[in-house]
């Protein structure tokens, strides 16, 4: 087997499993230089926010946050701290994998979690979720994939798949040119 047909096969190869990489790469890398236009084409979910309004008005004081904090958080909580949130003042809990945020007007809570963030109601029942697209789309841009799971194992890989592939297409791409320039040269000198 030639080199050249060698490189075709793997060049094809290589196209062909690393392409749901290239997509995502090209995709994320899009969206890191142009956040707003590719979030813009995602499906959105409300948070629910809006629906606030019609929940009765409640006094949270911190030590609630920080209880609640600690039933719903898995590890240590942080301590309560009065922020702004969806344009409420809330109190927010640091916690190891997600974030509380509780309104201080109706008590109820969002869980921002890593992917996702979703409201609740305060005695617990589900208002809303949505997927937190910018967390996503910079995970599967560093990683190449979105949980911690594989490190960064896919993304490596597919640099050095992309590598290899351009590499090889830049290959097949010039030898062929270069043998008919020389095959076009040999010709000239034939005839003279």
């Known amino acids: 087997m030639s080199i050249e047909r060698l490189l075709k096969t793997i060049h094809g190869w290589l196209g062909v499993l690393i392409l749901p990489w290239v997509v995502i790469a090209g995709v994320t890398g899009l969206y890191e230089n142009h956040q707003s236009l590719v979030v813009g084409l995602l499906p959105s979910a409300s948070t629910g926010a809006e629906r606030l309004q019609d929940l009765p008005m409640v006094v949270i004081s911190s030590e609630d946050a920080a209880r609640l904090a600690s039933s719903l ?18 109190l927010k809990v640091d916690g190891a994998a997600a974030d509380l945020y ?4 109706t008590g109820a809570y969002w869980i921002n979690g ?12 589900w ?27 896919p993304a490596d ?15 097949l791409f010039v030898a062929p040119r270069v043998r008919r320039f020389r095959n076009r040269r040999a010709r000239l000198r034939a005839q003279t």
């Open 73 to 90: 958080l898995s590890g240590q909580p942080g301590k309560p701290e009065s922020v702004t949130f969806k344009d409420r003042k809330a």
């Open 102 to 105: 509780v309104d201080l007007a």
């Open 114 to 125: 890593t992917f996702i963030q979703s409201l609740y109601q305060p005695d617990g029942r």
């Open 127 to 153: 208002i809303a979720s949505s997927v937190r697209w910018s967390n996503v789309l910079s995970r599967l841009h560093r990683r190449g994939w979105v949980s911690d799971r594989f490190g960064t194992w």
């Open 157 to 171: 890989i597919t640099a050095c798949a992309l590598t290899i592939f351009g590499i090889s297409g830049l290959y």
